[in-house]
């Protein structure tokens, strides 16, 4: 079957498809996909051809004939959009090259619709497993967007599509916003604790840790304590990548028992005094930690033997009052 013949057969599946759902409704996706099965089962001229109607149920396409493809796809809303499947492609049957999708819109007015699937992904939703999003009609897909074709995004190993997914996302955050998913490498991996906590309840070694990353990704902390935003990626850091809520972030760094832990009523600036306090735990964050986030909050990739250099340089620019590179990390090579 050549591709030509099994788009004029999809065009027959979806006639007969929409005359059915016109008249009367499918109420159930379970439903709408076995009568796409035996619409097309009725249609397919070659007895060799045999539709199987106990697939496995995470397999991708949800129908195969040889090496056409037939997503299945259905709705009770007046929507062409749907999320579709995850990007990791894991039940992908193999023997498919091609792939479609039949949509079953019953909001509305009823209707059945058939495109090409690479022609439909529009989005990727970011949640647990990133997932596709699916529109019959977008004006542009995703992966035109992305500057890969889907054949060769399908077959890349996992990190090479979250460079792609991660690209596309970034540029469309809002001002504020953050990616709380950040795999880069092949093997690294960021798991959100479950459980979301409180700041004030950690151990002082966690929040040691914790304010020596802070610091070191978001070196606009330094600027004037009358700025109004110098705290927001801190919170959104401590957050999205640790599950930690930070009331007063403030508190982080320009507390007395972080600033002047012994009380010793020498004054100076509290931000200087509270980094000066923790280098040695920001020089071991700035060899652990994972390069994406980097790229992430600072929009360029660091290695790890220059990130306490970078990181004074951009500190040096936000501070007005005070120069950190002159009093911070004296040894480090300038």
């Not at 992966?143 to 077959?155: A, C, P």
């Not at 507390?255 to 009523?265: F, H, K, R």
Request: proline content about 4%; some cysteine; hydrophobic content about 40%.
């Amino acid at each position: 079957m050549t591709k030509k013949d099994f788009e004029s057969l999809l065009d027959s599946v979806v006639e007969t498809l929409r005359s059915e759902v016109r008249a009367v409704p499918f109420s159930t996706a379970k439903e709408f996909e076995n009568r796409v099965r035996e619409v097309v089962q009725d249609m397919i001229d070659d007895p060799a051809i045999a539709i199987d109607f106990n697939p496995h149920p995470q397999a991708f396409p949800d129908i195969a004939i040889g090496a056409f493809g037939i997503e299945v796809k259905f709705t009770t809303n007046d929507t062409w959009r749907s999320v579709a499947n995850s990007v990791l492609e894991t039940n992908r049957i193999e023997d498919v090259k091609t792939v479609y999708i039949v949509f079953g819109k019953m909001g509305g007015v009823p209707d059945v619709k058939w495109s090409e699937y690479e022609k439909c992904v529009v989005h990727v939703r970011t949640s647990h497993v990133p997932r596709f999003e699916v529109e019959i009609g977008a004006p542009r897909s995703l992966f035109k967007e992305m500057g890969v074709s889907y054949d060769d995004f399908r077959v890349s190993e996992m990190h090479e599509k979250m460079h792609y997914i991660r690209q596309y996302a970034r540029e469309r955050l809002k001002k504020g916003e953050r990616l709380w998913w950040l795999e880069d490498a092949h093997g690294e991996e960021h798991t959100l604790p479950i459980q979301a906590r409180l700041y004030t309840q950690l151990s002082n070694d966690e929040k040691t840790r914790l304010r020596a990353e802070a610091v070191l990704l978001c070196p606009r902390i330094v600027q004037s304590g009358r700025s109004r935003n110098k705290y927001y990626d801190v919170v959104l850091y401590l957050l999205t990548y640790h599950g930690v809520l930070c009331h007063q972030a403030r508190d982080l760094f320009s507390a007395g028992s972080v600033a002047n832990p012994n009380n010793d009523d020498d004054g100076g600036i509290y931000i200087q005094r509270a980094i000066a306090l923790i280098e040695p735990e920001i020089r071991a964050a700035a060899a652990r930690m994972d390069g994406a986030l980097f790229e992430e909050y600072w929009g360029v990739t660091v290695p790890p033997e220059r990130r306490i250099r970078e990181w004074l340089r951009r500190a040096d620019e936000f501070a007005q009052d005070w120069r950190p590179s002159g009093v911070l990390f004296l040894d480090e090579e300038r």
